[in-house]
Every structure is written in structure tokens, then in C-alpha cells.
């Protein structure tokens, strides 16, 4: 059995800014594995340790230093990765970014792809429900919990009003949550051996893509302006001499919330 997750190397959120382009600078700024994926890292290794027999395999899209997200989720465990980069990704939007990841799924095959709720830079949540859609696969998204046998992958999630047990059979695409459990701390023994671990890189040639259909040319949205996030401004104290209360109620009046 294959399992293949689906990792991003993003933008520490602290440093995150746009380019002169208008796309996230990932050039210039510090990044690492985005956290949400550390979950479904966590949960994929899991699985093997628990006694599945499967191979786990990394697959990620992005420029050059993407694959250090790579080599992070690989000393957590796992086997390999794929690194699909080409200049021509830049300025991709979700929908692009769910082609070119369903064709390396193709190419790289699985049984299973495990994917984060959301990536930490765009937290759109539609990616891992695209690519379901373009491969035809059966999708469990918001899983607290999983587990695969007699192939089926079944999760637990909470709803609204309901904690709900749903099952898919394999191959079939499941979204974990920050509920599933800490992800584990790769110690450094780990680290230098992911360093030796297999890394394939492919380019969308080898996908069938053309440069046409990705970045900023085949994005279906695009950014028009950005401007930076204003400084916080002094908040109002109320200083309590027997009036707070009245103090408090204009305030609230003030501002339209009262």
C-alpha cells in the first residue's frame, strides 16, 4: 500500500508579505512545513507504526527551497519525497496548484493521499476537495481520527451536533485536523538521516502540463492590491471614578456596537 501526503512549505506568518508582482514573497523570507501538514505527517507514520504495510511518500509543489518542507516531513518518518518545481508554478493559484498535484499523484500513483485541513499561508481549504474532484476519488475531510483496513479508510470528525464515523473505500483522498494528536519532534539522528532519504524531482514536462495552464497566466483569481496591515493603534482606558459604567455604554455607542 501507498500512502502519499500532501505537504507545503510556506511563509514563517510573521515575515509573510507580497511581492512587487502582488504574489506571496516566498523568496525572501524565512519558511518552514506548514504546521497543519505536520498533522497529517503525524498521522500517516502512525498508521505504518501501527502495523499497516505501506510506504509513505512526501509530494510537494514550489520553488527550490520548498524541498527543506520535504526534508523536515522526511525526518519525521516516512520514505521519500516528490518535488515538482518549475519557474512557470510561480503566481499559481488553488486551482492550478490542484492540477499539477493531481498529475504527480498520478505519476508518483497511491492508495491513500493524506492531506492537511489547510495550508498556514492561504487557509483556503479547497485544494485536497479539488484534487479529490479531479482524480474521482472519494473525499473524508476534517478527520480527528483515522484508520485503514480491508480497504477502507474510516475517520471520526466532529459536526455541529454530532460526532460522525465515516468510511470510503481505497483508494480515497482524507484532510486531518490540529485535533489528531502532536505531531512529533524529529530528533537530530532523524534529521541527517532524511538527508539520505530519495528525492525525486519532476518538472511539469514530465507531467503533461503546459506552462500555459499554471501560474499567473492559468490563474483563475488574482490579486489587484495589497496594502500593509496597519499598525495597532492605543486602545481607551476607562479609569473607574463612579462613572465607568456610563463611560463604557457611550464608548460601545461610539463604535456602532451598542
Known sequence: MKIVVLV??????????????????RASVDGRLSELDEYAVEQAISLVEKGLPAT??????????????????????????VHVSDEALHGSDSLSTSLVLAKALEHVGFDLVVCGMASTDAEM????????????????????????????VAIRRDGDTAVEDVTADLPALVSVTDRTGEARYPSFK???????????????????????????????????????????????????????????????????LL
Open 190 to 256: 532523524l534529521i541527517l538521516a532524511a538527508k539520505k532519504k530519495p528525492l525525486t524531482t519532476l518538472t511539469l514536462a514530465d507531467l503533461g502540463i503546459t506552462p500555459e495552464q499554471v501560474g499567473l497566466t492559468g490563474a483563475a483569481s488574482a490579486v489587484r492590491s495589497a496594502a500593509p496591515k496597519p499598525p495597532r493603534q492605543a486602545g481607551v482606558v476607562v479609569v473607574d471614578e463612579g462613572d465607568a459604567a456610563t463611560q463604557i455604554a457611550d464608548f460601545l455607542v461610539t463604535q456602532k
Open 8 to 25: 507545503k512549505h510556506v511563509p514563517e506568518a510573521s515575515e509573510a508579505r507580497y511581492a512587487d508582482d502582488l504574489t506571496l514573497d
Open 125 to 152: 481549504s479547497v485544494v485536497p476537495a479539488m484534487i479529490a474532484d479531479r482524480l474521482g476519488l472519494p473525499q473524508v475531510t476534517f478527520a480527528n481520527s483515522l484508520t485503514v483496513s480491508d480497504g477502507s
Open 56 to 81: 509513505v511518500t512526501y509530494l510537494t509543489m514550489g520553488p527550490a527551497h520548498a524541498a527543506e518542507g520535504l526534508r523536515k516531513a522526511l525526518a519525521m518518518g516516512g520514505d521519500d519525497a
